[in-house]
């Protein structure tokens, strides 16, 4: 079992930046690939960022890549989200997810096997 627990969720304005965290619990952390999905009111869950679980490799959805920056401290637990230029379309709820894999090509909502609650990322115009 794994429990991830997002913070660093919050209102910014449009252009801003914000660092969205997910800590796990359980000492087998660096086993799972971990991924960011996002979801907007009346939108299905959508794939924002994957990495390995090594660190190694990650994958962007087109709409943030160049923007967002996935990255993980094993040592810590826990899997980053940096998020800058934010845009208003970029407004959702926020989710981390975790499986137990070594690759990084997870896209799909289906694919992972831990949910954390979310936390909401609010952009301004």
């Known amino acids: 079992q794994v429990q991830l627990v997002e913070s660093g969720g919050g209102l910014v304005q449009a252009g801003g930046s914000l660092r969205l965290s997910c800590a796990a619990s359980?000492?087998?952390?660096?086993?799972?690939?971990m991924g960011w999905f996002r979801q907007a009111p009346g939108k299905e869950r959508e794939f924002v960022a994957s990495?390995?679980?090594?660190?190694?490799?990650?994958h962007y959805a087109d709409s943030v890549k160049g923007r967002f920056t996935i990255s993980r401290d094993n040592s810590k637990n826990t899997v980053y989200l940096q998020m800058n230029s934010l845009k208003p379309e970029d407004t959702a709820v926020y989710y981390c997810?975790?499986?137990?894999?070594?690759?990084?090509?997870?896209?799909?909502?289906?694919?992972?096997?831990?949910w954390g609650q979310g936390t909401q990322v609010t952009v301004s115009s």
């Open positions: 997810a975790a499986k137990m894999g070594s690759g990084s090509y997870y896209l799909t909502v289906y694919a992972y096997d831990y």
């Open positions: 359980g000492r087998t952390f660096s086993r799972y690939a």
């Open positions: 990495i390995s679980s090594g660190g190694g490799s990650t």
